[in-house]
């Protein structure tokens, strides 16, 4: 112990070891933040789905929306490019099942993988094409076997094999949706039976528990229809998918022959005038297949509305998307045309409205009530 009130004697070796110390760490750590920050670059890359997308033949400013079928991807994405070539990425938690809105409105099935690159390639005409992972390519190995197949216990077998062969694949739901749900409209105890020959873990997906449920009674989830196309009152064709874009829509489809439906039809009005504080849009849409006898109808009215006009009848795909079976049917849609309500009553109607609709600046309110639109 040295005196009391004397410091002991500094061991110069040691300050010269930490000085070294410090002018290592100086020199290195720059080196050392550099060398963390690439391994969790590396890291991040390895765990990034990228697609790249061909929309061949397209040079102008287009938007492809990217939607989540269930809660692993619970948002709407766009990717806006001009051009053909697009690329798009995101880190998925696990397997995430997508479905893109192409620019022309059709719908493309997708499975975002952690580590995968996946192409997509749209061409001017024909079926589109995804390749890069287990499940893409699983999907597109199915979509062209199945090319042919027009009646439903074809797809019913294909679909069965299917799940044989892999009862915990990630694209059975998207099979039975696209095939079995949206082109048959397949009976609800054949889907049922498909679903049992599941895993379990897939049999509870949120997705699948929609399919249990039924679409034909109630359309429930990320339900989207695209690929309509329809003629105005000045006989221009549009795509149903440019109607009221990224705004509510409230739909009345109907036809001239069909007394009832026509009666539905007028009664929007209803609608237009109480819900004037809230932002969304009115139409409706004619299965007429006589255009003349269609055009004739609609000049009896003074409705606010534009009037639409689906020359294919009962083939429409309106109708076939929507599960629609009788007239006179209203349909509210979300801006992307997410089917949220298909009903023939203007009562129910007017209760999702109520829930569903974004306000305007407000003035006064009306009480609410059970039925708030008098007149029914």
């Keep these: 112990m040295p005196p009391k009130g004397k410091e002991p004697p500094k061991n110069k070796l040691g300050n010269t070891a930490k000085l070294y110390m410090k002018r290592y760490i100086v020199r290195f750590l720059p080196i050392l933040i550099l060398l963390l920050l690439s391994a969790a670059a590396c ?32 948002r709407i994405d766009t990717i806006s490019f001009t051009g053909e070539r697009f690329v798009w990425s995101f880190t998925p938690d696990t ?9 022309d409105g059709r719908e493309q099935a997708l499975f975002a993988e952690k580590g995968i690159e996946a ?23 199915f979509k062209s076997a199945a090319a042919n197949d027009t009646a439903v216990n074809q797809i019913y077998t294909r679909i069965d094999s299917f799940i044989t062969a892999d009862p915990f694949s990630e694209v059975t739901p998207m099979l039975l949706y696209e095939y079995m749900v949206k082109k048959h409209h397949a009976k609800q105890l054949d889907i049922d039976n498909l679903i049992k020959k599941m895993s379990g873990n897939m049999q509870d997906c949120p997705f699948i528990g929609d399919l249990k449920s039924g679409f034909g009674a109630e359309l429930t989830g990320n339900y989207y229809v695209s690929g309509i196309f329809l003629n105005d009152t000045t006989m221009q064709r549009i795509s149903f998918s440019s109607v009221a874009e990224n705004e509510h829509l409230v739909v009345c489809v109907w036809a001239s022959w069909n007394e009832k439906s026509d009666e539905a039809r007028k009664k929007l009005s209803l609608l237009s ?5 809230r932002k969304f849009t009115i139409a409706d849409i004619s299965i007429d297949t006589n255009l003349e006898r269609w ?26 998307d929507g599960l629609v079976e009788e007239l006179p049917v209203y349909i509210l849609f979300s801006g992307l045309k997410r089917i949220i309500l298909k009903t023939g009553s203007l009562e129910e109607m007017d209760v999702r409205l109520d829930a569903e609709l974004p306000l305007k600046e407000r003035t006064d309110r009306i009480t609410p009530r059970k039925y708030r639109i008098t007149g029914l």
């Design 119 to 141: 192409s997509l390639f749209v061409p001017d005409s024909g079926e589109t094409m995804v390749q890069g992972g287990y499940c893409n390519d699983s999907y597109q190995a």
């Design 95 to 103: 397997v995430t099942p997508l479905l893109l809105i192409l620019p």
């Design 295 to 320: 055009k004739e109808a609609v000049k009896k009215d003074t409705v606010e509305w534009v009037s639409y006009c689906d020359t294919e009848g009962w083939n429409s795909r309106l109708l076939r």
């Design 43 to 74: 890291n991040r890359n390895r765990n990034l789905f990228v697609l790249h997308g061909t929309l061949s033949g397209n040079s102008s400013e287009s938007v492809v929306y990217v939607l989540g079928i269930d809660n692993r991807f619970d």
């Design 273 to 277: 005038e109480y819900y004037a504080d």
